[in-house]
């Protein structure tokens, strides 16, 4: 704070003086001192919310908890064999005995008769253990994403839970946790087709965890996600909305400011209904700062506003840089504005209907361009049809939104919400008709993408390159994508002669069993489709080549034989469950705490919460 303090003391005395002396000195020292500043600024509030730099937190607590106090922040959400809640510790009563004042939020699994709702008191027996970090080369590290949301602990609490009170330590998100609990049940009342409901509460209220595999994979492979996760799409529409009935800048300054001030609320309350998404908060961050110029006559530059609400976030919460939403926000938005003028100005069609379909073409486009690497490099797919979906999405997404926020609106006055419901649910039923369509084309999706690092940046680079280049058309622009794809093509031939190593890999598995061996051959053996996708294929499309065979296995009673290339001896399955270990292999390797290391001596192989690499000789 020292820091931030002197380099700001010397930007205003350096601002001041050209101020009094009407002059413009130091070009180079002031914008350099402000994004000094700008970077001490984020790595101090990155200090601040950084768990691991709260003396108090749960994480530094060495003494085993034999019960604590804490305060129930959401509404309970079901799970396949329990409950889930998360809730926030006030106290803790340890193994010596001792009550402690404590940070910390936990992530709790129970099986009470009656739920838990925000603001509950609980006494809660037992101990949270800290999330398990991934038991398997690039498997999605859960734990790091829970800890980037404040939780580190889960605990499993069966009915040891005792309600003593209750509490309001967060009473607006309370009230709106408790108006979307609300809305829901009306959804449940009133939209009775099952997917439609569920499309409903995710479109609307931004609820995609109860989303079924059927529709979230229809939406995926259509690449109209988009939709169902509420951003500036969405907020962009309430938004405009208020613009169709009355255009601020013909107001009086008092009205001016009544009016937008009254729209700023309503986007953040919707924002807080939907559950304050990094997406959403983006587009209710930027449209605010909009507002707030237009209230004085003024036309602000999106670009200005953009790089605000980023800034405004991050102060909030710098971890939100990490979100996945929050990146693919931000670059969607990018491409739209960067790459869609340039596209648009390529054709222009005669007829008013093939340029509304070349517009919501172009916005598709852009978008996919910008956010390829990072939806490809999380997700590993590419939709092929995204601009046909796009075509349904959008519009659909607009009808809908058009009847079902004043069913929101008016959900508890019955003549109202129903005829609302009844048309909200058939626009739904039509848009998801039309989503299992698109679904069902021929390579609808192109899966088991992978991208590394290297190309990631590569491609950006070589998209800012080719923006500058059609706007600004320069030599130096074409020889900067010249150069980049040789040192990327370069990087790639090196490593197609790489060491070919004789690792065999077996993954951690619930059930079933997994292994590859020389990154191109494979065995799987009753892999639930789970498992296969979270544990398994992350590591394989990482490090597999083009060439994927696989391996041949024969079942011997209860056993099972895996024949290896190039190996004298095939891998013996042991009753279908642990591999006959011997002197073939020179070094074993476990993967723990996100690295391989090195066991000796080996002990026990039969153990599913570790993944093995046993080197050949």
Known sequence: MTVLGVLYLVYCVLVVRNKLLKTYQFKVAIPILAYFQLFVLGLTFTFLRDLHNQKDHLIHQTNRSEMYLAIALANDEPKPNSTANSVRLLMQKDS???????????????????????????????????????????????????????????????????????????????????LRAGIMEKMDLLI???????????????????????????????GAMHILAVSGLHVGIIYGFFFLFVKPFRLQVGKRVLYLS???????????????????????????????????????????????????????????????????????????LLIQPILVKLWTPKSKVVEYIWQISTVGIAAQLMTFPISAYYFHVFPSYFILSNLVAIPGAFLIMSFGVPFMLFA??????????????????????????????????????FLRPDFMFAYWLILVLALLLATKPEKWQLYGIVVVLLGF????????????????????????????????????????????????????LSSFGREKYPLIAFKDESDMKIFLPNQKKPLVLKELKSLEIDESFREILTFEQGDWQQQIPFTDFRSRDKAYKLALK
């Open 412 to 449: 508890q006055i019955p003549f109202l919400a129903k005829p609302l419901a009844w048309i909200t649910e058939w626009l739904i039923r039509i848009v998801n008709q039309l989503i299992f369509g698109i679904q069902e084309l021929p390579f609808a999706k192109i899966e088991e993408i």
């Open 96 to 178: 010596t005995d001792q009550i402690n004042h404590i940070r910390g939020e936990v992530l709790i699994y129970h099986k009470l008769e009656e739920s838990i709702s925000p603001g509950d008191l609980l006494i809660i027996s037992g101990n949270p253990e800290r999330i398990a970090p991934p038991n398997n080369p690039k498997e999605f590290h859960y734990a790091n994403f829970m800890e980037r949301q404040q939780i580190t602990h889960s605990q499993f609490v069966n009915d040891k839970v005792l309600k003593v009170g209750e509490s309001s330590i967060q009473p607006i998100e309370d009230y709106f946790l408790a």
């Open 489 to 540: 093509g370069f990087l790639r031939f090196e490593k197609i002669f790489k060491e070919e190593r004789n690792d065999l890999m077996i993954y951690s598995l619930n059930k079933g069993f997994s292994i590859d061996f020389q990154e191109k051959y494979y065995f799987d053996f009753e892999v639930p489709e789970s498992d296969f996708g979270y544990k398994v294929m992350p590591n394989r």
């Open 262 to 336: 009254v729209i700023i609320l309503l986007i953040w309350g919707y924002a807080l209904l939907t559950g304050m998404s990094p997406s959403v908060m983006r587009a209710a961050t930027m449209f605010s700062i909009m507002a707030l110029a237009q209230m004085k006559s003024r036309s602000p530059s999106i670009f200005n506003a953009i790089a605000l609400s980023a800034l405004i976030l991050l102060v909030y919460d710098p971890f939100l840089i990490f979100a996945v939403g929050f990146q693919l926000s931000y670059l969607a938005l990018a491409g739209i």
């Open 192 to 222: 009775l087709d099952k997917y439609a409901n569920q499309v409903a509460k995710a479109l609307l209220l931004g609820q995609k965890k109860n989303l079924e595999k059927e529709v979230n994979d229809a939406y995926v492979t259509a």
